[in-house]
């Protein structure tokens, strides 16, 4: 019976901390939606959601930074700076601040503060090398526990020193933060008002009592958490670092209960996207040019392909710190990628150049898919490697096939006689092929018969026997000189092929 009643006593104080919790967080939504006009409902969580994980620094692995950026000043970042300084803990204000003094103030025996750094594009902007500490504080400073290490002078003696960098900080700033901040980020993108949008008028002097009741319900809802916390289960949309940076915030959303939960996952959802828009470097720019480039070919020599990069007007390829991009430098910046330049047939001849199937591992790794086509099906080649890995694990999904071969065959027949699509009908062969292995022919109606006719090999194999490797199989057929008949190659032997000058 004692032990009922001990039972029933947790369950009311846990009911009643989440019910402090609950009213807590509401109070901030409420004051924070009076002064700052947000961009979404989404971004007003997100910043509320912030607040509590502050007073909460000792339970988490890792804690968020926020960060308002906006495109123009005047679009609420600093007013949002100035609202969260009423209600989180031992707030620090750093504008035009040393590294040494955030270094101190982060190490107080009074507790890690709360840092609201504003104008934070002028700390990565041109001065960038003369605030190397500060980036370095903000980048580590997210893992509890972690220190920044100094080297001190004491008379003669050089000693050592490691000085706490872990501390919750928010961010306020113009434009793009480095990717190691961003990254790290819940990311609000703030926009000037409209005309229509009101908020009330922001005074300390009026305002700060009230912040400063908030906060202190806060703190007496924060001392009543349990040291150890449940931890939230994700939604499967947000793994690795986004994870990282949500966990917290959600983690404060499931002990407060009620509605919060599930807009705190919502909001996850919505920022970890927008977040994810990032300024690209110029190697994920060239990836996404040369997709572009690529969109009507399959073989480009170099001296084209940086003819039509230069000639895209808003891409920076025509001047590079003032000279334009040469096939000297496109090599050099893909390489990168491991995609490598190499002799290529087209139509004018035999140069160095590039095939666009060496492209697809790299576009399908840092970029999204193509416009107009699905993750799963951005090219041929993605579905051809899909199926393959499927038909040796026993399972061939076929129907995908057909959404991505047919626009390939009607760029074959718009493209007939032109040699630069020869590698893609090899793949569209080989995919065929398979299809037609489990399904009958009706199932492709628009794919034309000269790709899914298969003529007998010396062996009776599906297709002509590849002049570069030797073996049957699915393969395309090229003009050669010297080859009144043209060659047959397998798209995998076009390279080497081509590499080799036509030797075996």
């Known amino acids: 019976m004692i032990s009922d009643t001990h039972s029933q006593l947790d369950a009311l104080a846990l009911e009643q ?5 609950e009213k807590a967080l509401r109070d901030v939504d409420r004051f924070f939606a009076r002064f700052v006009a947000y961009p979404s409902a989404h971004a007003r969580t997100a910043h509320a959601l912030w607040v509590l994980h502050t007073h909460l620094m000792d339970r988490w692995d890792s804690t968020p930074r926020l960060a308002f950026l906006s495109a123009e000043p005047a679009s609420g970042k600093s007013r949002s700076l100035e609202v969260t300084e ?8 750093a504008v035009n601040v040393s590294p040494a003094y955030l270094f101190r103030k982060v190490g107080s025996e009074e507790g890690p503060p709360t840092i609201l750094f504003d104008e934070i594009d002028t ?6 090398k003369d605030n190397e500490e500060v980036r370095a504080l903000l980048n580590a400073g997210h893992r509890r526990g972690a220190v920044a290490g100094r080297c001190v002078v004491q008379g003669k003696t050089v000693m050592t020193e490691e000085l706490p960098a872990y501390s919750a900080v928010a961010l306020a700033g113009l434009g793009w933060l480095p990717d190691t901040i961003m990254s790290r980020a819940v990311i609000i993108r703030m926009q000037r008002r409209r005309q229509d949008e009101k908020v009330e008028a922001f005074r300390r002097r009026l305002h700060g009592p009230e912040g400063g009741r908030i906060r202190q319900r806060i703190e007496v809802w924060a001392r009543q958490v349990p040291a150890e916390i449940t931890w939230p289960d994700m939604p499967e949309e947000i793994q690795d670092r986004d994870a990282d940076v949500w966990e917290p915030l959600i983690a404060v959303a499931d002990l407060v209960g009620g509605e919060w939960p599930g807009r705190a996952r919502a909001a996850a959802i919505v920022l970890m996207a927008a977040g994810n828009e990032v300024e690209p470097s110029l190697g994920i720019q060239l990836l996404a040019d040369a997709r572009a480039v690529f969109a009507d070919y399959q073989v480009l020599a170099s001296k084209t392909m940086v003819a039509k990069l230069v000639e895209i007007e808003e891409a920076p390829w025509g001047n590079l710190k003032g000279r334009p991009l040469d096939e000297r430098g496109l090599a050099r910046r893909l390489r990168q ?27 399908r790794r840092y970029l999204p898919p193509s416009p ?14 899909s199926q393959r890995a499927g038909e040796a694990d026993g399972k061939v999904d076929v129907a995908p096939a057909a959404d991505v071969v ?3 065959a009607a760029s074959r027949v718009r493209n007939a006689g032109n040699i630069n699509a020869v590698a893609d009908v090899a793949d569209v062969a080989d995919l065929a092929a398979m299809g037609r292995a489990t399904k009958p022919a009706d199932d492709f109606p628009d794919i034309p018969d000269f790709l899914l006719r298969k003529p007998a090999g ?7 026997r590849c002049d570069h490797c030797g073996a049957s199989g699915a393969t395309g057929q090229w003009d050669w000189p010297g080859r009144p008949d043209g060659i047959w190659l397998h798209s995998r032997c076009e390279g080497p092929w081509s590499d080799n000058d036509g030797q075996r």
């Open 337 to 363: 990628f491991g995609i490598r330049s190499k002799n290529v047939r087209t139509d004018a001849g035999v140069a160095k150049g590039y095939m666009r199937a060496d492209f697809e591992d790299a576009w």
């Open 86 to 93: 009423l209600v989180v803990p031992h707030p620090v204000v």
């Open 17 to 21: 901390d989440a019910r402090q919790g």
């Open 123 to 128: 700390v990565f902007g041109p001065k960038a």
């Open 458 to 464: 010396p062996n009776g194999g599906t297709g002509h």
């Open 372 to 385: 107009g086509r699905s993750a799963t099906s951005a090219t041929s080649a993605t579905i051809v490697n």
């Open 406 to 408: 047919a626009p390939v």
